[in-house]
């Protein structure tokens, strides 16, 4: 079930991209990201009220809040960056220049989380890498 979630994440990531650069023509990057969060906390919350998921606030522990809101801050900052390249650079570079987060991101979880770095992990990330670079250069 998860692959089916994981796909149409990439779905909707893709259209996100077409979409903003559509949408942030002539406003601020900023102003457009802002308006795009509020859409987003208002899905989110209707979707914890739907499935009744508040009552599970007060189970939630300081180390569990600190890390949800410093990935919060992280969030919010990928996205001012990305709303900001998407509105100055073409969409079919900044797109794979952001998807090299893949990369970032396992290594970060082999230093960090100690995932093991695989042989599979190694070649993906470095044909990402690659992939990365010819699509932008």
Request: proline share 2%; with cysteine.
């Amino acid at each position: 079930m998860w692959v089916i979630y994981a796909v149409l994440s990439a779905v909707f990531a893709a259209l996100t991209s077409i979409l903003a650069k559509i949408g942030i023509g002539q406003i601020n990057s900023n102003l457009a990201t802002a308006i795009r969060t509020i859409v987003v906390l208002v899905l989110a919350w209707g979707m914890v009220f739907l499935t009744g998921a508040q009552r599970g606030l007060h189970d939630i522990s300081r180390r569990s809040l600190l890390f949800l809101i410093l990935s919060g801050l992280a969030t919010g900052l990928s996205w001012l960056c990305y709303y900001k390249a998407l509105q100055i650079g073409e969409v079919s570079k900044v797109a794979p220049i952001d998807k090299f987060s893949i990369v970032l991101t396992l290594i970060l979880a082999f230093v960090i989380l100690k995932e093991p770095l695989t042989p599979k992990a190694v070649i993906g990330g470095l044909l990402i890498t690659a992939g990365t670079f010819a699509l932008i250069l």
